[in-house]
């Protein structure tokens, strides 16, 4: 083919970057596809001709209006960076969700949806190794995905074993493509396990819920790799526990939850990447005249100043004395509550959803800031 007929089918070197310089932007959908019965593909473009650049793993927050009311939700790009022109999530319906159904029912081709730019730690990028276990339940697929993708694109020689949990054959995401995958890499070998069969499909697989003796007859050689996993609550405090029985390095396990609310830990804010669970202290005793010191956080758009104490989050003292900011995760992933910060200092304990450089230029998230002093705040 001529370099002329390549034209407008690979991306120019040329072409701007989408979100170099905005941090929300606008996708158009071009593309809805059915993965499984109740998980849908969902491909989008930019509006212009840029190209997104985005690390393996990470996640876009969709800035939604669902019936009147803003909602925001974070999505993991299942698409490899490594094919820049397009961009895709892959949503699993969530029963009584908001979202999840929302997005199913109502983003067809053409749609246009608003997203913050791409965030989050859980990426390959920043940890690469030569053996790696990629271990993932339902949806919690998506950004291990992403990365095997990546790695195929790249013609890696990685020795990857992708380790994934769906309730019953017909629940498993990417089953035909993982299989293709898996006959072109040869250092890959791909492994499901199934709790049940399918009316239509008996599983002869591996079968139940994954276990110690399970993860050591399919990768026997697990503690010589770096573990990637991602999935419902329940799925990855199992896997923790497993790895912890078995006496598994856990500086080689990087995770990230789906969950806001993980039952498995205290105070329920899953802790940031590299950092053990352990290591987190525990939230200051509340009450009232105890002796922790408030300070005044002035919002200047509202022309509101409320009192937050020292070991409250701006979010809180904001939302509870009455003055409305966007806010979704709560738990300093999603970025939604990211405010510029005028005066006065906070101690912010994030989870990703904040880059370097913007807390270089006095951004903070609010959902996970304590007020060291006063404070003025651009919201
Ligand atoms: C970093 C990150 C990446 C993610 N990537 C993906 C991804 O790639 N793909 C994906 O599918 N998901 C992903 N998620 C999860 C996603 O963000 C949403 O949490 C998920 O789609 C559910 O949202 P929802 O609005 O449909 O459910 P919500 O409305 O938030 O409901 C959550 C839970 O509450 C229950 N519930 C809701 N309303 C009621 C009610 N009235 N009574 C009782 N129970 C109720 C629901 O059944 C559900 O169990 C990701 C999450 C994070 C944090």
């Known amino acids: 083919m001529s370099t002329q007929a390549l034209e407008g089918l690979v991306p120019s070197l040329q072409s701007p970057v989408c979100w170099a310089e905005e ?37 876009l927050t969709l ?45 067809v081709p053409g749609s246009k949806v608003p997203v913050l730019a791409p965030l989050g730690a859980f990426t390959l990028a920043r940890k690469p190794a030569e053996k790696l276990l990629f271990l993932s339940a339902g949806s919690g697929i998506t950004p291990l995905m992403s990365m095997l993708r990546t790695l195929y694109d790249l013609g890696s020689d990685a020795d990857v074993v992708f380790l994934h949990s769906a309730r019953t054959p017909s629940d498993i995401v990417f089953r035909s493509e993982l299989a293709a995958i898996e006959t072109l890499m040869p250092n890959l070998r791909v492994v499901h396990i199934c709790e049940a069969d399918y009316p239509s499909e008996r599983w002869g697989g591996m079968r139940g819920r994954i276990s110690p003796a399970m993860l050591q007859t399919i990768v026997p050689d697990f503690q010589e790799r ?41 105070g329920a804010t899953p802790p940031p990447e590299g950092v053990a669970y352990e290591d987190i202290a525990a939230p200051a005793a ?26 409250e989050n701006v979010l809180d003292a904001a939302l509870a004395a009455g003055v409305r900011l966007a806010s979704s995760c709560s738990q300093g992933m999603c970025g939604t509550c990211k405010i510029p910060k005028l005066s006065g200092e906070v101690e912010m304990n994030h989870n990703g959803g904040i880059r370097p450089k913007e807390v270089t230029a006095g951004k903070i998230l609010a959902c996970c800031s304590k007020p060291l002093s006063d404070l003025s705040l651009d919201a």
């Open 23 to 59: 941090d929300e932007t606008v996708l158009v959908c071009t593309a809805v596809s059915d993965v499984t019965h109740d998980v849908k593909n969902f491909v989008f473009e930019p509006e212009g001709d840029q190209l997104f650049e985005f690390d393996a793993g990470q996640f």
């Open 63 to 107: 800035k939604l209006d669902i019936d009147g009311t803003p909602v925001n939700r974070c999505y993991t790009i299942s698409s490899p960076p490594t094919r820049p022109n397009r961009i895709a999530i892959t949503v699993k319906r969530v029963q009584g969700g908001k979202v999840s159904n929302w997005v199913h029912d109502n983003i």
């Open 226 to 266: 770096m573990t990637f996993n991602c999935g419902p609550a329940p799925y990855m405090e199992a896997v923790r526990r497993i790895l912890g029985e078995l006496d598994y390095d856990m500086a080689s396990y990087h995770e990230e939850s789906f969950n806001f609310d993980d039952p498995s830990i205290p």
């Open 286 to 311: 509340p009450g009232g005249d105890d002796g922790v010191a408030t300070f005044s956080v002035e919002f200047t758009k509202s022309g509101k100043t409320v009192t937050c104490r020292a070991d």
